[in-house]
């Protein structure tokens, strides 16, 4: 796995279970994967020499994350290596620009876009479908970075003073944001999980709920039809996570991610195959586990690091208040809004489920009762 | 944890949620959990040498086996260690007959027993509690090894011959095994899984039914009230597996294990809290996890090494046929009959969960359909 932070770290619980041996190319001995396995090596990921000697001896190459160049994917491809998902897939998912024009060719629901490279083509956007306009970093944002919510042709030309290029979106009136995680192997088996819906506070995700409360079994259909088509017709090999808007009128597809994601860090606990065994088992093309849900609900709630650095200390509370509670922690050092972990509580009850979920992580992360 | 072997590895997947990093003493680099924690270090846990330098800067130790020479533990207990189990607890997990005299001392029921130095002793035995007698090494049995169930003096002699500390118990005319898995923290919470009932082959344990199939309620509340009295009483920290034996007219203690057990490998994949989450926790003196039921029904069957070494091939076949089935190998080459991984299987049907978890298990270790 190239990248060593929480969700290679993740794998690494899984791959234990399956016998598989996971090696890591991490950053610094000190990221979070590599902390917890027997062959982390350190390299540069933006460097082909460094990822074709890590390549070296894997039987399968996957990501934790999408900033690995596209072209050095093909190369390790081009060097015989089983690389999934494959460059041609990734693309997808490191590209917006390339990811919405693909998603609009095989008729995936998508708000009207378009490459942006001047302060008149936002104007001109903004006409036909009004301000507010969203521009969007095509390449490199994530968690609310590299996305500008502009009001005017003004806020549009300071964003565009960056020089990073552009795409426009128009602003979704959504009620609510869901996501679908699919797995595809390479011989084209597909399996989803259960649409969940994802709370972000300033462009993060704090919460999952799993399944989405109160959403249409109708609709949910759909959703996860959309996921396993585009993972279909992209070539997606492994996870592909699919975060949608939830509008009055229906479905729009936001972002796509293709590795473990956080809207499935709930399948750890809450599913009968957890994201990570899945990626594995679909990396190395073995058969798809089951998606079910362990419990009728289930809730994860997002760790963000608070001012006081010494988490540790606050497990006295949290294990003794809720001797269900499942906490996972990735080893990171704590730095204000960080994601340093995260907690899963299952049962029946929404409500109750939530609320134990929000106690445990806002306990957590600053000592604060809520 | 002293010890690499497939209870330190199990016990790495908690660790990780945990983000407690956990450093292993292997005896070598090949050893079941030195493959998958970044900190593994090589030496003898039977040299004081090599455990001093082991538990430098370890916040807690603990235990992957009982074979840790018991004078040794002490002697890191009184270098300001903090060890658990402590010594004078282990020794009962590690010597059977200071096992009978304090559990007969604090009203345990235990089958007649007897130390035994010569052949003389056993006849002696036998005229008060009849013939077959059963002889067990004081120290080091394990998996069948070490007990010899003798039908006569004769018999009695050979065993004698080997020159092996024995001591001598009454055959108890069981109709199951049961298992109790507590935990008890340093300061004094206690927790108990709910009964097992372990299924035995050739002195092996080839399969464990969560919860023990028709037991009585009431029984099953004196089998946790033993296992958590023995804790109490023995100053037992971490987990405790209690193995009993069912007779027509209650229950009689077998063994004593003093960490993770196989009899709650089904915890993993089938409890909220995993024996090695519980482990860790009391270990580190944490409040301990719920140990309630994933499912109506786990049952656990062991992956016993058939002829075939590649046990990874046959995946494909299992992971097809049963999306559900949970598979943990550990990592080990393949020897006949040698413990190399164990599979789960969740349900509501006792059969139908039984089925499931025997057709993967010996699918997996020979290719054979049951």
Known sequence: MIGAGQLARMTQQAAIALGVELRVLAESAGDSAARVVADARLGDYRDLADLRAFAQGCDAITFDHEHVPTEHIAALAADGHAVHPGAQALVHAQDKAVMRERLTAIGAPCPAWRRIAAAAEVEEFAAEHGWPVVLKAVRGGYDGRGVWVCRSGEEAAEVLASGVPLMAEALVPFERELAVLVARSPHGQGVSYPVVETVQKDGICVEVLAPAPGLDPERAAVAQGIAL?????????????????????????????????????????????????????????????????????????????????DVFSRYEHVMAHDPGIKIHFYGKDVRPGRKIGHVTALGTDLDEVRARARHAAAYLADGVYT
């Open 229 to 309: 088509k585009i993972a279909t017709e992209l070539g997606v090999t492994g996870l592909l996570a699919v975060e949608m808007f939830e509008t009055s009128s229906g479905l729009v597809v936001n972002e796509l991610a293709m590795r473990p994601h956080n809207s499935g860090h709930w399948t750890i606990d809450g599913a009968r195959t957890s994201q990570f065994e899945q990626h594995v088992r679909a990396v190395l093309d073995l058969p798809l586990g089951s998606p079910a849900l362990a419990a009728p609900v289930v809730v994860m709630a997002n760790l963000l690091g608070g001012d006081d650095p």
